[in-house]
């Protein structure tokens, strides 16, 4: 297979184990710029940045069927990597602390689906998550049938392509 080849791909859209368990109890991540230097972000920082809120959102959990409607709040992926990156970036690895990951390309974000924008969500049906719901979890509004977007326990996010020079 090419490199380009979405089968060879682990942060594309794929299956994964279920895991109900948190992998920690540690509710930073990284965040990792092009060049290698990293950033712990907290849900503090998260909630400095420019909150939205998300309705008839679902949860949607391999092995565990689809819950909700929620309404979801946090800061939109485009709006953290603005902050952070500046705007030269181009695509982000976001993966989880169980190792589970999607890749997100900027073209996304520019243009989000009428559903609504990539979110990364810290309240749900405004209360903080607990870090069994996830504590930060990416939420992808227009996903509805599977689980393979969505990101629980957000333990890493990676500019992978373009400059994504981390600003302090």
């Known amino acids: 297979m090419s490199p380009h080849d979405e089968t060879a791909d682990p942060l594309q859209p794929h299956s994964h184990e279920p895991n109900p368990a948190p992998p920690s109890n540690?509710?930073?991540f990284e965040l990792?710029?092009?060049?290698?230097?990293?950033q712990t972000i907290t849900v503090h920082d998260l909630q400095q940045l420019p909150k939205t809120s998300i309705g008839n959102c679902?949860?949607?959990s391999t092995?565990?069927?689809t819950?909700?409607?929620?309404?979801f709040t946090g800061v939109t992926l485009l709006n953290f990597a603005t902050h952070f990156c500046g705007d030269t970036w181009e695509e982000l690895e976001v993966v989880s602390a169980d190792g589970f990951g999607n890749r997100v390309f900027a073209?996304?974000?520019?243009q989000p689906d009428p559903a609504g924008p990539i979110l990364l969500a810290y309240?749900?049906?405004g209360r903080l998550l607990t870090r069994e719901q996830g504590l930060v979890r990416m939420i992808v509004p227009s996903e509805r049938d599977d689980a393979l977007r969505q990101v629980k326990w957000v333990g890493e996010i990676k500019v992978?392509?373009?400059g994504g020079e981390i600003r302090p």
């Not at 819950?67 to 309404?71: A, M, R, V």
């Not at 073209?107 to 520019?110: I, S, T």
């Open 26 to 28: 540690d509710s930073s």
């Open 32 to 38: 990792v710029g092009s060049n290698g230097r990293s």
């Open 58 to 60: 679902f949860i949607v």
């Open 63 to 65: 092995g565990h069927g």
């Open 67 to 71: 819950s909700g409607p929620f309404t």
């Open 107 to 110: 073209h996304e974000l520019h």
């Open 123 to 125: 309240e749900m049906n």
């Open 160 to 162: 992978v392509r373009g």
